[in-house]
Every structure is written in structure tokens, then in C-alpha cells.
């Protein structure tokens, strides 16, 4: 008999992913969405599409299946500018806390909780699971929430909530719409306002839902998995980018403090357009430190695969010509 799974973000970049993976692996699905999700990509799916919200628990009691097996709570916002911080907070940890309180309430078989490296703050060297958080003292608040709504799963876990926590790193691939793919669109429209010399860790979106689904068979409870990918720095990722869209290739970096002066214009700019800025000060922070991991834990346990830099760009980039979004 086919698995039953309860996705929420299933509207979202990593949601349609994961959404796709589950339907090709014979699970039956029920995702919510709210009234001004954007459900293009899942209306020609098989797949029982409600709607909900994660910060109105009604709904999500209305929603989640009783014993439903696994549910991949996926949702967050991930926003980088500070105007939306309040917003961010009920979305991620009070959204979170009603999940796992739905979850324990429907008796679910597993909860799978996609948290990100984020969670563990801002570190130069590579991140491992068992490093100490810093994100309450990082300045970005979505750090400082997807740490807090990782610690209510986990706090959950002694009450009774069978979850694995995944800390996906970079994540690129098709359906993205706004996250990573914010840079491709700057590079197409050779808008980029500069390349911080720091390095990364990308995952290829597709490869990351796999593993969601391995970590319901095979995650340890109660345990994070760093799913980073392949480390690369930033100039080598815009320059693939550069490439398959013929676009110029850089040959330097940007030092971060014309990145950090250039966030001040970007920002004055945007109290008169009451829009959000190309670099906010979040975004400038985030990319001006190195984001990498050791996600050995998650090869060895889960399977995670490392997809090539190239293959992933090429990938998104076909997507998005396809999609029309360049
Ligand atoms: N993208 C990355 O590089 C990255 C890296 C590490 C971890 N992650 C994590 O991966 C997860 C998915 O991120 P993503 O990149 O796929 O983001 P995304 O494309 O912005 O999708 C976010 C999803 O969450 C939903 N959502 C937001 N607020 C909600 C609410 N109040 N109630 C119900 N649904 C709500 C959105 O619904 P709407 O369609 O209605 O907006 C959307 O489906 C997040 O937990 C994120 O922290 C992402």
C-alpha cells in the first residue's frame, strides 16, 4: 500500500521538488496552500491540494490526515530583509510550533522538518552537525528563526514527535523562483552588483528532496543532517552561470566592504521606492561569509549525492529559459 504524506511549502521552490519525488515514488499526497499560492506547477499533479495556512492551527488540524505517515514540513519564509521580520517569525517558529502540534495531535508516523544550515548562525570554517549555534547573535533574522523553530522539533522529540532535521546549504534547481535564482537573473541582465570572494555549499534542489524521503526511512530520530553538496566559491558559480547565459565572464572578485557600502545606497534607494533593495544588509552578510559544511553524516546515512556545480546550473538555467523567466 502506498505511503500518505502531508507537505506543507509544496507551493514553494524545494515543495514542488519534493512533491514530484513522492508522486514518482507511489506516495499519496496532501499539501496545503493558501489562498494566494501560486499552484501552477501542482495543479496537473495527482494530489489532494487543501488550503491552509501554518500560522492558523484550524486549518492545519482541518488538513493533516489522522495517522498520515510522514509530514514534510517544508514552509518558511525565507526573506533576507528586515521589513518582513515580524511577518517571519509567525511564519517559522509559531507556523512550526503549530505543525508539531498538529502532528502530535494526528498521531503522524514521522516528521520530517527542513530546516538549513542558517540554523546553525555564521561560521568561516565548514559547519558539522555537532557545531555550536550562533545564529542568535548573527543579525539576520532568518536565522534567528529557523534556529528557534529547529529547537521546538527537537524539543519535541522528548514529546513523543518522531522528527529528523535536515540543514540543506545553498540550494539551487528548477522552481526557483526568487531564492538563488535572484543571481541568475542578475547575471542575465548583468545587474550583479559585485561577487563576494567567499565560498559555498550547492545542492542540487531535486537531489535535496530525494533525500527528504530517505530520511523518513532512514533519518535518526531526533538527529540533523548537513546536506551540503559541492563547495565552490562564488566567482566560479556566477562564472557557470555567465557561460550558459553567454553572458561575459568575471574575472574578480567584489571585497565585502563595496558590497557593505553599496548595501547603504541600495538601501536609501529603497525608503524612497518603498521596495526591496538588491542587496539588504542581511543578504550582504550572507554573502560576504562563507557558507560550508561537512556533510559526510548525510552521505553516509541518507545516500546524499553531490551533483555537479555545472550539471545544476544548466539545469536552473534550462528552467528558467523555459519558464520564460529570462
Ligand atoms: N532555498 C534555499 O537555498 C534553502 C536552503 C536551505 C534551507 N531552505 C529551506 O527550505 C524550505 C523551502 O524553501 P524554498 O527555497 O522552497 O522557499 P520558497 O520557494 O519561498 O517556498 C516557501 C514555501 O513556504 C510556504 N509558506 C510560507 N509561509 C507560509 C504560511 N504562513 N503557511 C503555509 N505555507 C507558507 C510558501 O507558500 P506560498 O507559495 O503561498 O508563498 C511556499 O510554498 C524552507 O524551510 C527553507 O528555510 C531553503
Known amino acids: 500500500m502506498s505511503k500518505r504524506a502531508f507537505v506543507t511549502g509544496a507551493t514553494g521552490f524545494l515543495g514542488i521538488n519534493l512533491v514530484q519525488e513522492l508522486l514518482a515514488q507511489n506516495w499519496q499526497v496532501t499539501a496545503i496552500k493558501r489562498s494566494r499560492s501560486q499552484t501552477k506547477h501542482l495543479n496537473p499533479l495527482n494530489i489532494n491540494l ?41 511564519t517559522n517558529v509559531e507556523g512550526t510550533r503549530n505543525m508539531i502540534k498538529v502532528a502530535l495531535e494526528k498521531e503522524a508516523g514521522r516528521f520530517i522538518h527542513t530546516s538549513s544550515i542558517a540554523a546553525y548562525g555564521i561560521h568561516e570554517d565548514q559547519v558539522r552537525e555537532d557545531t555550536l549555534s550562533n545564529a542568535l547573535d548573527s543579525g539576520i533574522n532568518y536565522h534567528v528563526t529557523k534556529y528557534l523553530s529547529e529547537n521546538d522539533v527537537k524539543e519535541a522529540v522528548g514529546r513523543e514527535l518522531d522528527a529528523v532535521v535536515l540543514n ?48 523518513y526511512e532512514k533519518g535518526v530520530k531526533g538527529e540533523n543532517y548537513l546536506l551540503g553538496g559541492v563547495e565552490a566559491s562564488m566567482l566560479e558559480f556566477v562564472n557557470f552561470i555567465e557561460r550558459f547565459l553567454d553572458k561575459p565572464v ?9 558590497l557593505q557600502l553599496a548595501t547603504k ?22 554573502l560576504t561569509h562563507n557558507v560550508r559544511c561537512d556533510d559526510s553524516k548525510a552521505r553516509q546515512q541518507l545516500n546524499f549525492q553531490a551533483v555537479p556545480l555545472e550539471t545544476i546550473v544548466e539545469k536552473t538555467c534550462h528552467w528558467l529559459k523555459q519558464e520564460n523567466l529570462l
Open 265 to 286: 545606497f541600495y538601501q536609501l534607494g529603497a525608503l524612497f521606492t518603498g521596495k526591496e533593495p538588491l542587496l539588504t544588509p542581511e543578504k550582504t552578510k550572507l
Open 168 to 215: 540543506p546549504a545553498h540550494i539551487v534547481g528548477p522552481y526557483d523562483t526568487h531564492n538563488w535564482v535572484q543571481i541568475f537573473k542578475n547575471v542575465y541582465r548583468q545587474s550583479m552588483p559585485g561577487i563576494p570572494p567567499t565560498l559555498g555549499s550547492f545542492t542540487y534542489a531535486p537531489e535535496v528532496a530525494k533525500v527528504h524521503i530517505i530520511a
Open 50 to 90: 487543501v488550503t491552509g495556512d501554518v500560522e492558523d492551527i484550524d486549518s492545519l488540524r482541518a488538513a493533516v490526515p489522522h495517522q498520515v505517515d510522514a509530514v514534510f514540513h517544508v514552509a518558511a519564509s525565507t526573506n533576507l530583509w528586515s521589513k518582513y521580520n515580524q511577518r517571519q517569525y509567525k
Open 250 to 258: 568575471s574575472m574578480k572578485t567584489t571585497a565585502p566592504w563595496i
